[in-house]
């Protein structure tokens, strides 16, 4: 978003004025940033506070809720080509209940932290219709269970959102198995796709199963999923 302090722009009134600044005013208004952002909405003593719409010059959408010149309270954040995101901010950030779309129709619905998944929030896979469901901490999940659409689930605790330690296979017919899931980092990919929110490119894992009696095709779709 545009820093007032460095970026000149030109707001223009509800009665049809312009100024070349907001100071003091009170009502709605349009403001054009000299980087092409585009704030159209309320203005309370010159900063925007109320229901706005802004449009970023990389292509990112808002609209929604401002207090004190920041996104606050509720509202669509729609990133340019990356998904979209509808729910509570808090200091410009996701912060609170809300639900991230992304590209591939993958959805995260649940709770946020300081503009990452924190808290307790369900990832659907669009094109499988698993689930992971548990808890979050700083955009990744700790712990919670892998729902398959066929009744298997996984219970336990999880890194890069993939299981890691120890953790329990779950089958239809009331069988359950318990091991442990073995992490194995493999080498880097340059063009690696960056996490939403995270700032790091994922990391390509492979999930070894140990147990008595080892599950070797549970294993296999584990390391087919996307994480």
Not at 150 to 162: L, P, W
Request: aromatic share 14%; proline share 2%; charged share 25%.
């Amino acid at each position: 978003m545009a820093d007032e302090e460095e970026q000149t722009y030109t707001l223009t009134m509800e009665d049809g004025t312009t100024s070349k600044t907001s100071w003091g005013y009170s009502g709605k208004g349009n403001a054009v940033y000299s980087n092409g952002e585009i704030f159209d909405g309320d203005f309370v003593n010159g900063v925007r506070t109320g229901k706005g719409k802004y449009s970023y010059a990389n292509g990112d959408k808002y609209e929604g809720e401002f207090q004190d010149n920041k996104k606050h309270g509720i509202g669509k954040l729609t990133y340019n080509g990356k998904g979209e995101y509808y729910g509570f901010f808090e200091n410009g950030k996701k912060h609170g209940e809300g639900m991230f779309t992304y590209p591939n129709k993958d959805i995260y619905s649940g709770w946020w932290r300081h503009g990452k998944k924190h808290g307790k929030g369900t990832y659907v896979f669009s094109d499988t219709g698993m689930r992971l469901v548990g808890n979050w901490s700083e955009g990744k999940m700790t712990d919670g269970k892998w729902l398959f659409p066929n009744g298997v689930s996984y219970e336990g605790t999880f890194e890069h959102n993939k299981p890691k330690g120890q953790g329990t296979w779950a089958f239809q017919n009331g069988n359950t198995q318990k091991g442990e899931y073995i992490q194995h980092v493999l080498p880097a990919d340059e063009d690696a796709e960056v996490e939403e929110g995270e700032g790091a490119p994922k990391i390509n894992l492979r999930c070894e199963w140990v147990s008595q009696s080892k599950l070797h095709d549970s294993a296999s779709q584990i390391n087919n999923l996307h994480s």
